[in-house]
């Protein structure tokens, strides 16, 4: 169920029943030669919609611009600093507590997010144990990666091995070949498996990985691999979700 889909009477009418919401957040950069830029936030957005409809949850409209600045170095690439994403996640969630939500499943598509999504947790706790504000909702935040399950991860692994990489993956790319079948792309990879890494900022990034890939070959990428793990996803997030927000 997503929130941009309802009245305000359906949204109070849903908190007489639940107080979860789930968030996907994802990020818009540069996925290699054939992956879309919207990837992280694509993936993240119809998991999260599968999920919602799976657990009867509602679905915030998706965060689609991330903490990226690595990935300046690409055309299209966008990103927020973390302190300006620290910034929108907290507004994003003071909103919803003002009318009764108080357990916010973040459902991300992208690992740069993870540091600032986590320090975002902490302002927002920070705010709740600071004295002056300790009569404020007592409120919990969960992060959960959609990739990291072991659902997943078993059939990544089968599917793709070593190839899968860690950046422009052939899983997220199956997942957005899937979802938005007429917008596949094919590229020559060159080597077929990226080099492995680690990187600072974007020109760092650009110089180690020029073709933007990280240890994946997404050449390997199929809609219908997409679908299985999408499949597995939403019935792994499902079950994650459904026992964290009763508890
Ligand atoms: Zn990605």
């Known amino acids: 169920m997503q929130l941009q889909l309802q009245t305000w009477q359906e949204v109070e009418a849903y908190l007489q029943t639940s107080r979860g919401i789930i968030l996907p957040i994802g990020s ?66 003071e909103s919803l507590v003002r009318h009764g939500f108080e357990r916010f ?74 979802a938005y079948p007429e917008a596949i792309k094919s590229a020559l990879l060159e080597p077929p498996v990226a080099p492995w890494g680690d990187f600072a900022d974007a020109a760092d990034y650009r110089r180690k990985f020029p073709d933007g890939r990280i240890g994946s070959n997404p050449g390997l990428a199929t809609p219908e691999a997409g679908r299985r793990l999408y499949d597995a996803a939403v019935a792994a997030i499902t079950k994650d979700y459904r026992s964290w927000v009763h508890a």
């Open 28 to 93: 818009t950069e540069q996925h290699g030669p054939n992956g879309l830029i919207g990837t992280d936030a694509i993936c993240a957005e119809v998991i999260a919609r599968g999920v919602g409809e799976a657990a009867a949850a509602l679905v915030a409209p998706t965060i689609t611009v991330g903490m990226a600045q690595h990935h300046l170095g690409f055309a299209g690439s966008m990103t927020l600093r973390p302190s300006t994403l620290i910034a929108v996640l907290k507004d994003m969630v």
């Open 105 to 178: 499943y973040f459902l991300n598509g992208h690992g740069g997010n993870i540091a600032t999504l986590t320090a975002a947790f902490s302002e927002i706790y920070a705010t709740r144990s600071l004295g002056a504000a300790s009569n404020l909702p007592s409120i919990k935040c969960r992060l959960k990666n959609w990739w990291q399950n072991q659902e997943v991860h078993d059939l990544a692994k089968g599917l793709y091995g070593n190839a899968e990489g860690s950046h422009a993956t052939p899983s997220e790319v199956s997942v957005t070949q899937f």
